[in-house]
Each structure stands twice: as C-alpha cells, then as structure tokens.
C-alpha cells in the first residue's frame, strides 16, 4: 500500500499563501494521479484538486483561479499552491492517489487555519 504524508499547513492569514506538500512511497508514481482533498469537522473529505499523467488538472470551483497542483515525479511528491486564501479553506488538507488500482493508507493531513 501506498503510505502518504502531508506537510506544509499552519496559520495563513486571508488573502495570503501557502504550498502543502505531500510525499508518496512506492513506484511508479506519475501513474498515481494524485488529488488533494478538503475535510471540516463534521463533513466528508472533499476533492479540491487533482493531476494526472500528462499534466492534467481538475480544480472544484471553489478553489478554481487560486490554488494550483502540480507534481515533481522525481521525489514521488505532489504540491497544492495556494493563493487568495479564504477562511472558509481552512481546515485538514489530505491527498490521495486518484488511480482506483492503487491502494493506499490515508495520511495524518496538515491543517491549514485562516482566521476570519
């Protein structure tokens, strides 16, 4: 199973930045095509972003034009730039393998907090 780890969140204040950073073990990791997801307390873990082999990209609308993905192949790592941030994106960001034939554990996810 694929093992992820998270990293990069902490206090940002509104319309300010942040990169998260999330390592992947394993192989083969262009084939993974990673997302980020959103979770709050009391709701489902949401997709704000993916990318696939090949450099393509699917954003929710709610982050679309302000946050980006992007992927370094060669450190088995995927990023989320964010940018324009908005108190109603804080919360525990995850990723996660999009490919459904790749099996993986759930990271611990790294909080992001905008004070309102």
């Known amino acids: 199973q694929v093992q992820l780890v998270e990293s990069g969140g902490g206090l940002v204040q509104p319309g300010g930045s942040l990169r998260l950073s999330c390592r992947a073990s394993?192989?083969?990791?262009?084939?993974?095509?990673m997302g980020w997801y959103h979770k709050t307390p009391g709701k489902q873990r949401k997709l704000v972003a993916s990318?696939?082999?090949?450099?393509?990209?699917y954003y929710a609308d709610s982050v679309r034009g302000r946050f980006v993905i992007s992927s370094d192949n060669a450190k088995n790592t995927v990023y989320l730039q964010m940018s324009s941030v908005k108190p109603e994106d804080a919360g525990t960001y995850y990723c996660?393998?999009?490919?459904?034939?790749?099996?993986?554990?759930w990271g611990p996810g790294t909080e992001v907090t905008v004070p309102s």
């Open positions: 990318v696939t082999d090949g450099d393509g990209t």
């Open positions: 996660k393998p999009e490919n459904p034939l790749i099996h993986y554990l």
């Open positions: 394993g192989s083969a990791f262009e084939t993974y095509n």
